[in-house]
């Protein structure tokens, strides 16, 4: 569905992502992990073209969305649902418009539908009776889920998540945990997250990558992913209390 | 959602009643600027000029001191230039007509002043060309009395011309001492430019009479202060020239940045 | 596409390297903006559709009438100082009344697009530049364009279309505003009557002093909208960024204001 061959980027002298190739299938749930600064929002900005790799390619399907211009890439990019790690909101737009803001651009429902599909998505990110409040007014936590209800709004078949929980009380990510999850087995939606957040990552990824420096360290499988021999990988997830037997257990150093 | 609308409904009707507020009185405007009364009945008079010195279009048609129309077109022609004007009545032009582009002030206004001749004169025939004035313009009128003046004063000075004709002519040598009281006047009151206009036509004559050897020259010379006097004249011409002068670059000025005439 | 990469370029070498530059981006800058011009220009076919009313509508009035205020006092001012100044000069030549003519023409002219256009390059055009800039920096151009949604039909073709009816009217609401204020001087300071004034005013302004004014108007509510448009899109590095994008497009629009409008005045006045 995805696929990145050796995309490299530079931005000046600084190598972001050096030769990053991975495929993600139709269905799947990738999730890309990392340090912060390491590069995963410029992976994710690449697979929607919002940055152009210096080498290397990317396609969509089987088009070649790194070099796809006007309307290809227009008709490309309405595949996708993109949250960004900032939720992106029209600040001028209250939540209900800002998520209605796709349907009224790109569709002729009627205001009835448009309603109706916009409240669903809303409930769907546990966010009722908060239509009327703007951007500026609401916590970064629903910020984000107002944009989560948006990259949802037009059902598009691959959704890509930048960091859909930080930010967010333990229960609320897990309840878009289990959306992320239901949008996969429910609707065969393809999603790619990146996330900090461990726990989510092993319980929604059918596929965890870890980028460390502009480079994919590791790709496996939840269950390989936490028995990694890799030194940075065990570091990462020593750091989140997570050993190899996927025993949650109090680091020794975090209680001195 | 219905909070909205009502909001953008009041937009509406504000933005909407300022614009169209905004695009009629632009109308209104647009129709003052033409200067025209788009409802009268125009006539429309003809009359050919050598020359127009600067009519435009939109100028005051005059007779007898009172508007009656405006200057509506004009056509370069080869015998001069065709002013067409819309008059509010029609005029009936008598043999003796004159038609002339008069100067109403220093800062180029023109206004086109119509004499339609004597009452008792013959009516002019249907369908003839009527022809205007020809210009005569005051900066050429007052820069050339101030050179004939100079020429003369020169001669004078240098005890040059036909002397023994001129003492006896008694009269000529009043009429200049009349004109040169005469243009003081004018000179001082700087708004009676037709006043001066007329006073330099006769110096102008005079002058021309002196040169041409005719005149009281040699009372000229005898009297110490009609000389002077003609010396200061000359004196406070070339002030005026050099006022006129001086208003030019404020107009210019004007034009270039104000806006002007 | 309207968001740019981040730009990375090598330090220069040389002057004339960094000259050449200087020079070659500005020219490719210039470039983009007028693209989005183009693309704002070609979208003004849906100003109608249901989509963009709203919008169309909210900037007209942000536009229009939020900038009566300031425009109505500095149109006031010119004309009165415009009255005063020129009518000092002519009552050496007793001319007094000639301020009518004076005060109307300059004002159509040149004063009321001039002030018109500074006033909204200052309050309207740098509000764009900051809206779109604090727009581009927080990734909401990149959501659009990701959801397929032009951003230059959906923020530029608003202001633009705004800029394009408001500019002319709010022109026209100034030089009459400047008249006005012209006739309150010559009538408390100089002794013109407003009769004598109106009927001079009226007498030399001709309607192709209205009108080449209110065009000179329409092409700088163009080109405030395309260069705060431009700047806004261009914004790059958070808030320090959208400040230098906010007084770029307020620097830049002066001066593009004062040459386009010395050359439009030379093309209808030689
Ligand atoms: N617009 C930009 N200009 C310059 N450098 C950038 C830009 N965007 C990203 N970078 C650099 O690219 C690298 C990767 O950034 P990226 O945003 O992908 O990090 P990340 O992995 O998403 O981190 P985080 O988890 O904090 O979001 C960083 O070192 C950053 O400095
Ligand atoms: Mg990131």
Redesign the pocket.
Known sequence: MIRLERVTKY?GE?K?LDAVSFAVERGETFVIV??????????LKHIIRLLTPDLGKVYVGDALISAARGADLARLRDRFGVLF?GAALLQWLNVFDNVALPLREKTTLSDAEIEKRVAEKLSQVNLEGVYDAMPAELSGGMRKRVGLARALVMNPEIILY??PTSGLDPVTSRAIDQLIDRMKVELNVTSVV?T?DLFSALAIGTRIAM?YDGRILEISRPGDFIRSQNEIVKQFLEAQYITQRGVWERANHATQ | MRRNRLRELSLEVTVGTFMFVALLSLCVFTIILSRENVFRKAYPFEVIFDDVIGLRDGDNVVIRGMTIGKVKAMVLQDDGVRVVSALRRPVRLKKDYKIEVVISSVLGGRYLQISEGAAGAEDLPAGEIVRGQPPNDIMALVSGVAADLKDITGKINAGQGTLGKLVNDEALYNDARAVVGELKMAIKDRGLINNLETSLANLNEITDKINRGEGTLGLLISDESLYLEAKQLIGDIRATVDDMRETSPIVTFSSIFFGAF | MITQE?EFLPPALNLRGRLGRVVLLNCRNAGRALLILWEALLSLRFIFSKRSRGTVLHQLYVTGIKSLGVISVVAMFTGMILALQTGLELRKFGQEVNIGAAVMISMLREMGPFMTALILAASVGSAMAAELGTMTVSEEIAALEVMSIPPVRFLVMPRLAAMMVMTPILTFYACMLGVVGGAVVGLTQLGVSMPAYIDNATRWAANKDLYTGLFKAFVFGIMVTTISCYQGFAT?EGAVGVGRATRRSVIISYLAILVVGYIITRLFYE
């Not at chain 1, 990392?34 to 992976?43: C, L, N, Q, R």
């Open positions: 931005f600084h972001v990392g340090f912060s600064g390491a590069g995963k929002s410029v992976t790690q930048d960091e990146v900090h980028i | 981040p790059s």
